[in-house]
């Protein structure tokens, strides 16, 4: 279970359980086993259907990476503090943060017996980054030399070249990566399972291998039943150290959540990554010590749309305005009561368990207080019409802590708001993606690396991945840089939290909440850990014998 | 006769498709992309998109599309791949269809059986207790909604007396279904009870019962072939469009029992835009539709003979 899994989106009480993680993390809860452990059990997982076939590089949402992470093995993976392990290399080694030297672990084998060699991880990468094959998570490939040529940006442009230039096989157990420009975190990124070796029998039929993977990982593939089950056994060849602790595990997909929880409830489902919020108010008292509630690396913000006219006409919005919008949040009471305790109020905008995560990263104005916030407005030359909208999409839950933020806005400081619902997920998106978000909208972010610039310099860089609010100021963009080409790790780290602390002037989004795992398991089962991701760490998991 | 079933077959034609492109305009004009969709929060390489568009034919334009999937419809049985997945959108279809036609028959079977015995007794007692109790019974089971009417079945018989098991399980036993067939008949029952009981009420009263009594005839046949067969006109009407909405329309059902059926695929269809598995699933419940509604043109014919088509 390692690696970040990125573009994990949060749309919403289905889709929530997200992305990323670390091995052997979590908080220990459940491990007082009274029966015996069986070491071969079998037990299930409500997961549902994978989206897209199972490739390493492909594999976006939650319900394909929770699978992928016990079929593959990366380099390395990291501790739920943020720090780096080594997995499946020796070493991962740079002077200069350009060029990485990658020493592999010898004797590993993919589970049909062939060798993990430096040529699978330099092939793999350059199948996955390669723009014919499809790669929805090939732009992971975007910080090694000649990337753009197998990955060209523009619509309908051909790949120019089949290889990564920056990729250079020394022997069979070690090659080497050059950066286009120094990334001091990018081991770190390595642990996500884009970065997974690909076996030789891959490449002869990939969809094929989509449907039944061949990984390193601790488990391997047994059966996919589609919209059913998906079920993988333990790979006792298997050398890392995460090695699994149970026989195997079926992956349960269910209609609902409330089905879900009904079965656990009679023995029929032994894990749960989430709650659906009908039984969030009795599922402490249903599970006792079985129920788990603790946080993980996920954020939800209101971001700004900088390119509305509200925004920008007939002047640029002075900061100050936005500020006030947050310290009108009452978030201590809305977490509590509209969100039933599944959120924590959020200090700052990097979320927990990240590496740099630092308490107050916001300072004051992510507290509720209505007089400041009336007088920030004011100060800043009010809000144009004084009105806003947030908009949200109807079909993720988020209706009720809108409509609840909403009030505490207007109840504060006067300023009308209302919702902005689009009926679904994808509308949301696509007004997002066309920029027609006539005022704020509602902004949910995973880690993908367990590094403070993922939540920073992947949403507030001009023009970066999840900047889709138009969010651009030339002094952040230096800031970024610089601290994007420190020498070492803490300081590129440090910088970060630098400028974490100065956001507040620039206010690109407001911070409102740190998601929770709210989930639960069966009597049958013990040790059962949740990572940073909100996923159960599934190697860790013991089955008790009947 | 059989020119009347030749001409309705050809009727067919022209409702299917102009169903099929009404439904692929709808999908079309839905704001969202699914291939965009894909990548979430995430801003989606420009490249990748349109290489995948383009693998998939979505950058024709949308007649073109219509074409190219009926003609594959039409000439291979071929319904196209799904967007995400990439799975033949054949394969989803059989995966869903069994299950759903095992959930409707068995529904069916039930709103059949207790929706015309307890017509028939009301019906026949006309203004009296045991039509008053049916009356009441019928009415509440018409105001519950159909998630409630589920979650109280499962509350009683799964949790309290632990008879079933909460969920259909992967294995999607018969035994299974029960519970969600009793909760997806339910309302249908309810119709059909009423239909009948009016039905016959009013029928008693008919010059040809009359004739049928005075005959002499045996109750048992007066009841049974006279009467019965006059009143199932508009019963077996509102069977016939219901096989239709069993089959498409369990999205609610579905859902609570975790039965994995066309209408959870519908839904799911909606929400990430597979226009191809969604006209794919319409098509085939377009048929069921068009083919169950001949049947009964002809049963009327059947039951009642003053009825002929040319």
């Not at chain 2, 007794?121 to 519950?144: K, P, Q």
Request: glycine share 10%; hydrophobic share 40%; net charge neutral.
């Amino acid at each position: 279970m390692r690696g970040a899994k990125s573009a994990k989106w949060v749309a919403g009480a289905i889709v929530v359980a997200l992305a990323a993680t670390a091995c052997g993390g979590g908080n220990g809860s459940g491990s007082d086993a009274k029966g015996e452990v069986d070491p071969n059990g079998i037990y299930s997982i409500e997961v549902g259907e994978p989206e897209k076939l199972l490739h390493p590089a492909d594999t976006m949402e939650s319900n394909g990476s929770i699978v992928m992470s016990g079929l593959f093995a990366q380099l390395v993976d990291y501790t739920p503090d943020g720090k780096l392990t080594m997995v499946n290399a020796e070493s991962v080694e740079s002077k200069d943060s350009k060029v990485w030297t990658v020493k592999l672990k010898k004797g590993w084998t993919f589970h049909d017996g062939t060798p993990v060699t430096s040529k699978s991880y330099v092939d793999a990468w350059n199948w996955a980054a390669n723009v014919d094959n499809k790669q929805g998570n090939a732009s992971w490939f975007g910080d090694i030399l000649g990337a753009e040529k197998l990955l060209p940006e523009k619509e309908g442009a051909k790949p120019t070249a089949d290889k990564l230039d920056g990729l250079k096989v020394v022997d069979d157990s070690t090659f080497t990566i050059t950066l286009k420009s120094p990334v001091p975190y990018f081991a770190y990124k390595l642990g996500y399972e884009v970065f997974s070796p690909l076996p030789e029998s891959f490449y002869k039929d990939p969809t094929a291998a989509g449907k039944k993977p061949v990984g390193n990982g601790p488990y391997k593939f047994k059966s996919w039943d589609n919209k059913k089950q998906i079920e993988i056994v333990r790979f006792d060849d298997y050398k890392g150290p995460n090695k699994a602790k149970n026989g195997g595990v079926i992956f349960k997909n269910y209609t609902t959540l409330e089905a879900a929880y009904e079965d656990l409830k009679s023995g029929n489902v032994d894990v749960l990554r989430q709650i659906a919020p009908k039984d969030l108010p009795v599922y402490r008292a249903d599970l006792g010590d079985r129920a788990v509630d603790q946080s993980y690396s996920s954020i939800q913000t209101l971001a700004i749309a900088f390119y509305a006219d509200q925004w920008k006409k007939p002047k640029k919005i002075d900061p100050k305005v936005i500020q006030g919008l947050s310290m009108a949040i009452d978030r201590a009471t809305i977490t509590k009561t509209v969100l039933q305790g599944t959120r924590e109020p959020a200090t700052g905008w990097v979320a927990k368990g990240v590496l740099g995560h630092q308490e107050n990263g916001a300072g004051d104005v992510t507290k509720f207080d209505p007089a400041k916030a009336k007088e920030l407005i004011k100060a800043g030359g009010g809000v144009p019409n004084n009105a806003i909208s947030i908009q949200f999409n109807a079909d993720g839950g988020h209706k009720e802590w809108v409509d609840a933020v909403c009030n505490s806005i207007t109840q504060a400081t006067g300023v009308k708001c209302v919702g902005d619902g689009k009926p679904d997920f994808q509308a949301d998106l696509q007004a997002r993606k066309s920029k027609q978000v006539k005022s704020i909208y509602r902004s949910g972010w995973a880690l993908d690396y367990p590094v403070n610039s993922n939540f920073l310099r992947d949403l507030f860089q001009t023009g970066a991945s999840g900047n889709q609010g138009d969010f651009s100021d030339p002094a952040v963009d230096a800031k970024i840089k610089a601290a994007d080409s420190a020498k070492t790790l803490d300081e590129s780290v440090k910088a970060y939290q630098a400028l974490e602390k100065e956001l507040v002037n620039y206010m690109p989004s407001i911070p409102l909440w740190y998601y929770k795992v709210n989930a639960g398991y069966s009597e049958k089962v013990t040790g059962v850990t949740y990572a940073q991701d909100g996923d159960p760490n599934i190697e860790e998991v013991q089955v008790l014998k009947k | 006769m059989g020119r009347y079933v030749v001409r309705r077959l050809l009727q067919m034609i022209p409702v299917f498709i102009g169903t099929t492109l009404l439904i692929f305009l709808m999908v079309y004009s839905l704001p969202g992309d699914p291939v965009a969709g894909l990548f979430g929060d995430k801003a989606a390489n420009p490249a990748t998109v349109a290489k995948i568009r383009h693998d998939l034919g979505l950058d024709l334009p949308i007649l073109q599309q219509y074409w190219n999937y009926m003609s594959g419809i039409v000439l291979h049985f071929d319904f196209g791949n799904q967007i995400a997945s990439g799975r033949p959108v054949t394969d989803v279809l059989g995966d869903a269809f069994p299950v759903t036609l095992q959930l409707a028959a068995l529904a069916f079977a039930f709103e059949l059986i207790f929706g015309i015995g307890l017509g028939v007794i009301a019906g026949l007692r006309a203004g009296r207790l045991a039509d008053n109790a049916i009356l009441i019974f019928t009415l509440l089971i018409i105001s519950v909604p159909v998630f409630v009417l589920g979650f109280i079945i499962k509350m009683v018989f799964a949790f309290e007396l632990g008879w079933i098991a909460p969920n259909v399980s992967n294995d999607q036993l018969l035994s299974e279904m029960i519970a969600p067939a009793v909760v997806l008949g339910g309302l249908s029952l309810a119709y059909v009870a009423r239909l009948t009981r009016t039905s016959m009420a009013e029928n008693l009263r008919a010059d040809y019962m009359r004739t049928a009594v005075a005959k002499g005839l045996p109750r048992r046949r007066v009841i049974g072939v006279h009467l019965m067969r006059n009143s199932m006109i508009p019963v077996v009407t509102f069977l016939g469009t219901d096989i239709g909405a069993l089959m498409g329309g369990a999205v609610v059902t579905e859902g609570i029992f975790n039965v994995k059926g066309v209408g959870g695929i519908i839904y799911e269809s909606i929400i990430r835009r597979e226009g191809t598995t969604l006209v794919g699933l319409v098509t085939v419940l377009v048929l069921v539709y068009l083919v169950t509604s001949l049947l009964i043109d002809l049963l009327y014919a059947v039951l009642d003979p003053r009825i002929r088509y040319a």
